[in-house]
């Protein structure tokens, strides 16, 4: 699923494609903001992506779905 984080006072958004459920994002994300500490995520590629959770502006997660291959229609 895609995950976009939006960090403050930078203009880009931190986009990375991850293996992990919607849940355990949250979860990551809600840990980080409360305690003041790190958002660690890993994505599918298996880099790091690190972010003070103090300076998330926002997450976006998108939908979990599988990728379709081909061009065929179902």
Do not use: C, H, W
Not at 40 to 65: C, F, H, M
């Amino acid at each position: 699923m895609e995950v976009k984080i939006g960090v403050r006072d930078i203009p880009r958004d931190i986009v990375l494609e991850s293996d992990d459920s919607a849940d355990s994002v949250v979860n990551a994300v809600e840990t980080a903001i409360n305690s003041g500490g790190l958002l660690r995520l890993k994505d599918e590629k298996g880099r790091l992506i690190v972010v003070p959770g103090a300076q998330i502006g926002y997450v976006e997660i998108g939908a979990e779905e599988t990728r379709r291959v081909g061009f065929g229609t179902l």
